[in-house]
């Protein structure tokens, strides 16, 4: 199985600040069709997980460009700019490319 | 808009069964592979099953397979979760997703007895 490694667990950040996540995984995401298959979500506080990013840097419908994702490969990272009182939550990455398909431990965000 | 409804959740004792039902709209339903993930309370997330969108293959984790079945059905928009011989370790909110880019709200099943 794919293991997802997400650093770190929980971080605070100044409104207006940037932050950086870090997600690793433990093989290749590259899919043999060439897809690279490294998702990004954000739980909300009571909610449902949404998606923000998809195939390393795509950003979903809707979703701010404040959101940016980037890597390659095992090594991934999600950038959030310009951070508002809405973007507290739990955030996860998840792997797509193989079955079963596997998700980090999440990184809590919280607002100073 | 896309809308997943999950229904079926509930209170349910070890080694029985519960079927779970998500009712979707809002996209063409035939169209994508349908997947449920969930979350045991305080929890990050587990993938739990993943269905093409005929039905025709379908693809589980070690920790379920042979105890949950997915299905669907087209023509009522319609997913399933047959869960049986249910464990203490499937305590969690079950999400209902199109492809894990769309979620429901979520429904929870507590096995204990």
């Known amino acids: 199985d794919v293991v997802m490694t997400q650093t770190p667990v929980s971080m605070s950040v100044s409104l207006g600040g940037q932050v950086s996540i870090s997600c690793r995984s433990s093989?290749?995401?590259?899919?043999?069709?060439?897809?690279?298959?490294l998702s990004w979500y954000i739980q909300k506080p009571s909610q449902s997980p949404q998606l923000l990013i998809y195939?390393?840097?795509n950003r979903f419908s809707g979703i701010s460009d404040r959101f940016s994702g980037s890597g390659s490969g095992t090594d991934f990272t999600l950038k959030i700019s310009r951070v508002e009182p809405d973007d507290l939550g739990v955030y996860y990455c998840?792997?797509?490319?193989?079955?079963?398909?596997?998700f980090g431990s999440g990184t809590k965000l919280e607002i100073k | 808009e896309v809308q997943l409804v999950e229904s079926g959740g509930g209170l349910v004792q070890p080694g029985r069964s519960l079927k779970l039902s998500c009712v979707a709209s809002?996209?063409?339903?035939?169209?994508?592979?349908m997947t449920w993930i969930r979350q045991a309370p305080g929890k990050g997330l587990e993938w739990v099953a993943s269905?093409?969108?005929?039905?025709?293959?379908?693809y589980y984790p070690d920790s379920v397979k042979g105890r949950f079945t997915i299905s669907r059905d087209n023509a009522k928009s319609t997913l399933y979760l047959q869960m049986n011989s249910l464990r203490s370790e499937d305590t969690a909110t079950y999400y209902c997703?199109?492809?894990?880019?769309?979620w429901g709200q979520g429904v929870m099943v507590t096995v204990s007895s």
């Open positions: 998840g792997q797509g490319t193989q079955y079963p398909l596997t």
């Open positions: 093989q290749s995401l590259v899919h043999n069709n060439g897809n690279t298959y």
């Open positions: 269905i093409t969108n005929t039905g025709g293959s379908t």
């Open positions: 997703t199109m492809a894990a880019d769309y």
């Open positions: 809002g996209f063409t339903f035939n169209n994508y592979w």
């Open positions: 195939k390393v840097s």
